[in-house]
């Protein structure tokens, strides 16, 4: 069965420093998201990415995030400056369907430690 | 504001059943969803409502009451693999999805 795909699945870094966590969504999927969740905490939604572009974004998603498609299967979030309060598990997920009314496809998440 | 409103915790017992309700108050309504979280997880899809009524899937059931603003996730032959957290998402006029901040459902034997 297609799945999403998250590397690392655990990082810890150093605050201040850069953070690239690397997702494959499932192939045959055309939209891509990538979600928060600190421990304990609800599920924000950070950013969503189609057609090689950012579609919509959170406030969450400010000028310290980014995200590309570098190649026609991997799906990268960057985090340029870490905080503390960047510590959180990092989803990755994938959907046939746009405007939120289709099923979400996640991986399995990265788990960043900012220390 | 959008709100969601879960249960934090239930608790039952296996072989029960159990309602988890939940209530939204969202700028227009396109659908509700029902996810799966085991604790270290990732959610995984359980059901999407966006008419009234109840839709049966195996031990799992979703109602919806748009007029009410109201949703429940209803568990039957509960196992102990049940025990995870059951987040609610509504998608808004906007086409966001809300998510709510889920309920930890604790079985027993």
């Known amino acids: 069965e297609p799945e999403v795909t998250q590397t690392p699945s655990h990082q810890v870094t150093q605050m201040g420093q850069e953070v690239i966590l690397r997702c494959v969504p499932i192939?045959?999927?055309?939209?891509f998201y990538w979600y928060r969740q600190i421990l304990g905490q609800k599920v924000e939604f950070l950013v969503s990415f189609y057609n090689n572009e950012i579609s919509e974004k959170s406030e969450i998603f400010d000028d310290q995030f980014s995200v590309e498609r570098p190649d026609g299967s991997n799906f990268t979030l960057k985090i340029r400056s870490t905080k503390l309060e960047d510590s959180a598990m990092y989803f990755c997920?994938?959907?046939?369907?746009?405007?939120?009314?289709?099923?979400?496809?996640f991986g399995e998440g990265s788990r960043l430690t900012v220390l | 504001g959008q709100n969601i409103d879960q249960p934090t915790e239930m608790t039952a017992t296996e072989g029960a059943i159990v309602q988890i309700n939940c209530t939204y108050q969202?700028?227009?309504?396109?659908?509700l969803f029902w996810y799966q979280q085991h604790a270290g997880e990732a959610p995984t899809f359980l059901s999407y409502n966006v008419l009234d009524g109840l839709e049966e899937k195996g031990r799992f059931s979703s109602f919806l009451s748009r007029s009410k603003g109201y949703s429940y996730l209803l568990l039957k032959e509960l196992q102990m693999k049940d025990s995870a957290s059951y987040l609610c998402?509504?998608?808004?006029?906007?086409?966001?999805?809300?998510w709510g901040a889920g309920t930890k459902l604790i079985i027993k034997p």
């Open positions: 998402a509504v998608v808004d006029s906007n086409y966001q999805l809300i």
């Open positions: 969202t700028s227009g309504f396109n659908g």
């Open positions: 192939s045959n999927h055309l939209y």
């Open positions: 997920a994938s959907s046939m369907a746009g405007d939120n009314t289709g099923e979400l496809f």
